[in-house]
C-alpha cells in the first residue's frame, strides 16, 4: 500500500517561479526521500531527509520534515523548463533491506 | 560506475512466452529491488534481494520468478504473462545493512530506466 500523498497531483507554473511540492505519511519513519522522474523513465534521487532533521538544501531544492505532522515540502526555487518532471516522495524505514513506499506524486510542468 | 543498466529497453510478449529482463550494477551495492509502474503511478515494490538472497515478496504472481545469479546482476523471468502486466519495470540498487552504514551512506536508491513491457 502507498503511505504517501502527494499534493498537489498536478502544478503548472512559468518558468523562474518557485515550485512547492507536500507529502504527508502515516506511519513513523527512518527518513523521507524525494525521487523525479522524467516521462517513462527512471526515477532520479534529488534528497534525503533523515527523521531527526527538520530542514535540508541541495542547490536549488529546499526540503522540509516535519515529523510531528507527518509531513514533508519540496520547493524547487527559480524553476527551469528542465525541471518539469513528476516528483515522487517516498518514506523509508528499515526492515532488513531498505524498503521505499512512494507517494502518489506530483506532476509539474515548467512553462517557458 | 554510479549507473545501474536494465535490457531490453523495450519488450513485447504474447501470454505464452517466456522472456526475461536483466538489470546489471557496478557499485557494489547489495541490495537489488524490482519495481512495477503502471502509467501516470508510483513504483509498486514487487521483491527485493539482499546479499543475492530474496528478503521480500510483495505478494507478487507465480509468473514473475525473480533471479541474482550474483552480485551485480538481477533477472526477472516472465511466463504466461497477462494484459495488465503491462507497465514499465524498474531495478534499483542500494547500499545494504552494515556496509552502508559503515560507509555513513544514507540508503538512497538508483534505479535503471526501465523496461516498458507490453503483453499482448
Known amino acids: 500500500s502507498q503511505q504517501g500523498e502527494e499534493d498537489p497531483q498536478a502544478l503548472s507554473i512559468q518558468e523562474g517561479e518557485n515550485a512547492t511540492m507536500n507529502c504527508s505519511y502515516k506511519?513513523?519513519?527512518?527518513?523521507l526521500q524525494w525521487y523525479r522522474q522524467n516521462s517513462g523513465r527512471g526515477l532520479v534521487h534529488l534528497i534525503l531527509?533523515?527523521?531527526?532533521?527538520r530542514e535540508k538544501h541541495s542547490g536549488r531544492l529546499r526540503v522540509t520534515l516535519d515529523t510531528s505532522k507527518k509531513s514533508s515540502s519540496l520547493l524547487i526555487t527559480a524553476s527551469r523548463a528542465a525541471d518539469t518532471a513528476s516528483y515522487f516522495c517516498?518514506?523509508?524505514?528499515?526492515?532488513?533491506?531498505?524498503?521505499?513506499?512512494f507517494g502518489q506524486g506530483t506532476r509539474l510542468t515548467i512553462n517557458p | 560506475d554510479t549507473e545501474v543498466t536494465q535490457t531490453p529497453k523495450h519488450l513485447v510478449m504474447g501470454m505464452t512466452n517466456k522472456k526475461s529482463l536483466k538489470c546489471e550494477q557496478h557499485?557494489?551495492?547489495?541490495?537489488m529491488y524490482w519495481y512495477k509502474q503502471k502509467a501516470k503511478k508510483p513504483p509498486e515494490l514487487m521483491f527485493v534481494?539482499?546479499?543475492?538472497?530474496?528478503?521480500i515478496n510483495e505478494s507478487v504472481p507465480s509468473r514473475f520468478s525473480p533471479e541474482c545469479p550474483n552480485s551485480s546482476l538481477l533477472n526477472l523471468h516472465l511466463h504466461a504473462l497477462q494484459p495488465e502486466d503491462s507497465a514499465l519495470y524498474l531495478c534499483?540498487?542500494?547500499?545494504?545493512?552494515?556496509?552502508?552504514?559503515?560507509?555513513?551512506?544514507?540508503?538512497?536508491?538508483?534505479f535503471g530506466p526501465g523496461t516498458r513491457l507490453t503483453v499482448l
Open positions: 531527509i533523515r527523521s531527526n532533521e
Open positions: 506511519t513513523s519513519i527512518n527518513n
Open positions: 534499483a540498487s542500494s547500499q545494504e545493512g552494515f556496509a552502508r552504514l559503515a560507509g555513513g551512506h544514507d540508503n538512497e536508491q538508483f
Open positions: 557499485m557494489g551495492h547489495r541490495a
Open positions: 517516498a518514506t523509508g524505514r528499515l526492515q532488513g533491506a531498505q524498503k521505499l513506499v
Open positions: 534481494y539482499s546479499y543475492e538472497k530474496l528478503s
